[in-house]
């Protein structure tokens, strides 16, 4: 065992870390919406704001959102380049049974294409970026 312990090789300057500290801190800041502001939290993922109802489900959906973000900072902040990526990868049904659940709901095809069809884009593209095997430099 060397004195000296290896440089973490995930710098927190690289893009696929700064791209998962963006997602991660889009999902907090939804978090915090669906919390503070529940009824333009439901407009925005595309439920009907149709009452009391509806907050229930959105505080549920910010503790779920909170717990996402939490991990993938815990997972950057850990540099675990590859666990972040499998996670991301993972929460891409999120998203997708978002959208099924609001086109469900009555909102358009295109509403859940732009918001949560986006976001499943956007994390299979991180995820991608991730998983992809690192260049050994010496």
Same mark, same amino acid.
């Given at each position: 065992?060397?004195?000296?312990?290896?440089?973490?090789s995930w710098k927190l300057t690289?893009?696929?870390?700064?791209?998962?500290?963006?997602?991660?801190?889009?999902?907090?800041?939804?978090?915090?919406?669906?919390?503070?502001?529940?009824?333009?939290?439901?407009?925005?993922?595309?439920?009907?704001?149709?009452?009391?109802? $509806?907050?229930?489900?959105?505080?549920?959906?910010? %503790?779920?959102? !909170?717990?996402? @973000? #939490? =991990?993938?900072?815990?997972?950057? *902040?850990?540099?675990?380049r590859k666990a972040a990526g499998?996670?991301?990868?993972?929460?891409?049904?999120?998203?997708? $049974?978002?959208?099924?659940?609001?086109?469900?709901? %009555?909102?358009? !095809?295109?509403? @859940? #294409? =732009?918001?949560?069809?986006?976001? *499943?884009?956007y994390g299979v593209v991180l995820?991608?970026?991730?998983?992809?095997?690192?260049?050994?430099?010496?």
């Amino acid at each position: 065992m060397s004195p000296n312990p290896s440089p973490l090789s995930w710098k927190l300057t690289s893009p696929t870390a700064l791209f998962t500290l963006l997602l991660g801190a889009f999902m907090l800041f939804l978090s915090l919406r669906a919390a503070l502001d529940p009824v333009s939290a439901a407009r925005g993922f595309g439920l009907a704001d149709s009452g009391s109802e $509806v907050i229930p489900w959105l505080y549920v959906k910010a %503790g779920r959102d !909170l717990g996402l @973000a #939490l =991990a993938m900072f815990a997972l950057v *902040a850990i540099r675990q380049r590859k666990a972040a990526g499998v996670f991301v990868l993972a929460c891409v049904v999120m998203p997708t $049974v978002d959208a099924l659940t609001v086109l469900h709901g %009555g909102a358009s !095809l295109a509403f @859940a #294409l =732009a918001v949560h069809g986006s976001a *499943a884009a956007y994390g299979v593209v991180l995820a991608a970026a991730l998983l992809r095997p690192q260049k050994v430099t010496s």
